[in-house]
C-alpha cells in the first residue's frame, strides 16, 4: 500500500512544487515506485516535469469528476518518476465538486485503484484552502508543510493546522501532521531561525531536518523539465531532498547516501572506516 503524502500550505511560492519534485525524484532514486499528483491549476508541477500543460488533453481534472480512472491519466516523466498531471481545467473542478456529494473524497476514491501499484504518492497542493487542497489532505496519510521562514508565515501555519483538525473531523481521521519543513532557508540570519523556533513554540508541530537552503539551483531546474537531483545531483539542496526521501522511506541515517561516500584511504581496515555523515539528524525534531 502507498503511503500518501500531501505537500500543503495556502501560502504561495513557499516551495511546495519544488519539495514535490525533488522528494519524488529522490524516492525513485532510492527505488521506491513513486506517483506524484498536480492538484494545482497552475500545472507548475506538471510543467517543471517536463510536460506541457496546455497540449495534455487528460488531466487530473477528468479524474476528480469521475470520467476517467487515475491509471488512464497517469504519465511518466524524465525523472523516471509517474505524474497525474493538471492543466488549467483544474480551477473549473473546483465549481463542479462544490454541487457534488462527498466532494471531499474525489482524489482518495480516485487514488484507490494506484495504491497498490506505488510505494509513495505525494500530492503537490495549489495555494489555497479551497476543495482542492482539502482533496488533498483527505487522501493523505500525512502531511508536510513547507514553510518559508519569514515574518507572518506563522499566520498561514496556524489556518492550515486549524484546517488539518476539521479534516481530521469530518473526512480523514487518521491524517497526521509529518511536520514544517523549512524551505528557502538562510541559516545565516538570526531572523529565519527565531521564525522557526516561534511556530515551533506556538503550534508544537515537528521541524523536519535538514532545512533546505535558498539556492539559485532550485530556480534553474523546472526550466529544464527535470528536478534538481538531475540538474544538479550534487548540490546540498539536492542532497537536502535526499535526507527527507530517506526519511520517508524509512531508511534509516547509517547507510547514508552510498554514491556519496569517498572511498575509505587504501589500507584503512575495515573496522575504522568512519560511519557517514550520521551527524545531521534526518528525523523530525523538536517536539515539545
Ligand atoms: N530552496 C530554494 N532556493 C531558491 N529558490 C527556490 C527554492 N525552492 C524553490 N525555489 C523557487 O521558488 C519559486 C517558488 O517555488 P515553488 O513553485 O516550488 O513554490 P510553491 O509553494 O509550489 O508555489 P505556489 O504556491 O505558487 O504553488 C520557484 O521559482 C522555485 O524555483
Ligand atoms: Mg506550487
Redesign the pocket.
Known amino acids: 500500500m502507498a503511503h500518501v503524502l500531501a505537500v500543503a ?1 495556502q501560502k ?8 514535490v519534485a525533488s522528494l519524488g525524484a529522490a524516492l525513485t532514486e532510492l527505488g521506491r515506485r513513486v506517483l506524484l499528483v498536480d492538484l ?1 491549476p ?1 500545472a ?1 508541477l506538471t510543467f517543471s516535469l517536463g510536460l506541457d500543460p496546455d497540449t495534455i488533453e487528460l488531466s487530473v481534472h477528468d479524474v476528480l469528476l469521475g470520467r476517467l480512472s487515475a491509471g488512464i491519466v497517469v504519465s511518466t516523466t524524465a525523472d523516471g518518476t509517474d505524474l497525474l498531471p493538471a492543466t488549467i481545467e483544474l480551477a473549473g473542478s473546483e465549481a463542479v465538486l462544490l454541487s457534488r456529494t462527498g466532494r471531499e473524497h474525489a482524489l482518495r476514491l480516485a487514488l484507490a485503484d494506484l495504491l497498490d501499484d506505488y510505494d509513495v504518492i505525494l500530492i ?1 497542493c ?2 489555497s484552502l479551497g476543495v482542492l487542497t482539502i482533496n488533498g489532505l483527505t487522501a493523505a496519510d500525512e502531511v508536510i508543510v ?1 514553510l518559508q521562514c519569514e515574518t507572518l508565515s506563522h499566520r498561514g501555519v496556524g489556518q492550515l493546522l486549524d484546517t488539518v483538525q476539521d479534516v481530521r473531523r469530518l473526512t480523514n481521521a487518521g491524517l497526521r501532521v509529518r511536520g514544517v519543513l523549512p ?2 532557508f538562510d541559516a545565516r540570519t538570526a531572523h529565519s531561525r527565531a521564525v522557526l523556533a516561534d511556530v515551533v513554540a506556538r503550534y508544537h508541530v515537528d521541524v523536519l531536518s535538514p532545512p ?5 539551483r ?2 534553474e531546474a ?1 526550466g529544464t523539465g527535470r528536478s534538481i537531483l538531475a540538474t544538479a545531483g550534487r548540490s546540498k ?1 539536492a542532497d537536502a531532498y535526499r535526507r527527507h526521501a530517506r526519511a520517508i522511506a524509512g531508511l534509516s541515517t547509517a547507510d547514508e547516501i552510498p554514491a556519496r561516500r569517498s572511498p575509505p584511504p587504501a589500507g584503512t581496515p575495515a573496522a575504522m572506516t568512519p560511519a557517514v555523515a550520521v551527524a545531521v539528524p534526518i528525523t523530525a525534531q523538536g517536539r515539545r
Do not use: E, H
Open positions: 500550505n504561495g511560492g513557499v516551495a511546495k512544487t519544488t519539495s494545482d497552475q507548475c503537490d495549489p495555494p513547507p524551505t528557502l533546505i537552503a535558498r539556492s539559485v532550485f530556480a523546472p539542496g
